[in-house]
């Protein structure tokens, strides 16, 4: 197994309704480690650059009004197999599809507003983690 690293956002709805600890302590009984944490309410412009790959899709206008709702928790999540762990632990994008026991099972109600984020590959948990934290914010978990 590789150590890796993967964005993960807990998105305003499941702010809202107070599910932080739920979702955090999901991934540290499966293992994963924060090494990077910030509370921030996001501004248009982060958002529509966050998710300026689904530009062209019919969602983006509302994923985008959705993502500046309320405040997000922004984390980098660092284990073995990180990428696909989290994925696992999230669930299917739509709830509706997500398997009993993840994430979007338990907290979610819609495909747009979907409770968490999670990187989907290697190049993209790099691209996102360096969308907004600079190295230094990213600390070493060495015991
Ligand atoms: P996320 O993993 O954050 O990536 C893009 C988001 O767009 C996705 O979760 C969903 O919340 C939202 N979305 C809305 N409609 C769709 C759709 N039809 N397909 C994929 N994502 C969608």
Redesign the pocket.
Known sequence: MTTERTLS?I?PDAVSKNHIGDIIARFEKKGLKIVAAKMVQLKQKDAEGF?AV?KE????K??VS??ISGPVLIMVLEGDDAINKNRDI?GA??PKKAAPGTIRADFAKT????C???S?GVETAKTEIAFFFKPEEITQRIR
């Not at 495909?111 to 979907?114: A, G, K, L, T």
């Open positions: 956002i998105k998710y689904h899709r019919p969602f983006y509302d994923l959705f993502m999230m994008t739509d495909i747009d507003e979907n968490v984020h999670g989907d």
